[in-house]
C-alpha cells in the first residue's frame, strides 16, 4: 500500500492543527539534534506557535548562536569561529562583572556619605560606621604625617635662612673694612702732595734770588 500524500497546507480544524503542530515540532527538533550530532553543527531553532509560545532548540548556548549570526550578518566575509566566540562571551561576562561592581562601589560610597540609608538594616548601619570610622582614623593619621612633613621643610627653610643671614653680615663688614682703608689712605696722599709742592716753591725762590745778585767788578 502506498502512502498517502498530504496536501501541504493550513489545517483548519483548530485541535489537528495543534495535534499536528505538536509532532511536526518534536520531528524538526529531533532531527536538528541529529544533524548537530552526525555532523558537529551548531543549530539554533526559534518555534513560535499559533497561540504565541515559544520553543526553542539549541545545541549549545542560545545566546551564543544568536550572536554569531548576528556578528555574521554584519560582517559576511569573516568567519566566526568557536573559540571567538568563547572569548565574546568571556568578555561579555567580565564586563558586567566589573559593572556589577562598579554599582556596587557607587552605593557603598554614597552610603559612607550619608546617602540612601533607608533600606540598611541595623547591623548594616553599625558595619557602616566602623567602615566611616576606619576611614576617619586614617585620614587623621595621614594629615599628622603631612603637618610633621611641613614642620620640618619650614625649620629647614629657617635654618637656610639663618646661614644666609650670617653670611650677608660678614660680607657687609668686609666691605666696611674696604671703605675705612680706603677713607683712611687717600688723606695721606694728599698731605705728602702738598708737601712736595711747598719744597718745590722754597727752591724756586732761592734760585730767583740767587740769579738777582749783581755781577762782582
Not at 1 to 26: C, G, H, L, P
Amino acid at each position: 500500500m502506498t502512502r498517502q500524500k498530504i496536501e501541504i497546507k493550513k489545517i483548519d480544524n483548530i485541535t489537528a492543527r495543534q495535534v499536528t503542530f505538536s509532532k511536526r515540532r518534536r520531528g524538526l527538533f529531533k532531527k536538528a539534534l541529529e544533524l548537530s550530532t552526525l555532523c558537529d553543527a551548531e543549530i539554533a531553532l526559534l518555534v513560535f506557535s499559533a497561540t504565541g509560545k515559544l520553543f526553542e532548540y539549541s545545541s549549545s548556548s542560545m545566546q551564543q548562536v544568536i550572536e554569531r549570526y548576528s556578528f555574521h550578518s554584519e560582517n559576511p566575509d569573516k568567519l566566526v569561529s568557536q573559540p571567538s566566540l568563547d572569548a565574546l562571551e568571556h568578555e561579555r561576562n567580565r564586563l558586567d562583572s566589573l559593572k556589577a561592581e562598579l554599582e556596587e562601589k557607587t552605593t557603598e560610597l554614597r552610603r559612607m556619605k550619608g546617602e540612601e540609608l533607608q533600606e540598611l538594616s541595623l547591623e548594616e548601619i553599625k558595619e557602616l560606621e566602623k567602615m566611616v570610622e576606619a576611614g576617619l582614623s586614617r585620614v587623621a593619621e595621614l594629615k599628622d604625617q603631612r603637618v610633621v612633613k611641613e614642620i620640618n621643610s619650614l625649620k629647614k627653610k629657617g635654618v637656610q635662612l639663618l646661614e644666609d643671614n650670617r653670611r650677608l653680615k660678614q660680607m657687609t663688614n668686609v666691605f666696611e673694612v674696604q671703605t675705612d682703608v680706603v677713607q683712611h689712605v687717600r688723606p695721606v696722599e694728599s698731605t705728602n702732595i702738598c708737601s712736595s709742592n711747598n719744597h718745590h716753591d722754597h727752591y724756586s725762590s732761592d734760585t730767583t734770588l740767587k740769579l738777582g745778585l749783581p755781577f762782582p767788578n
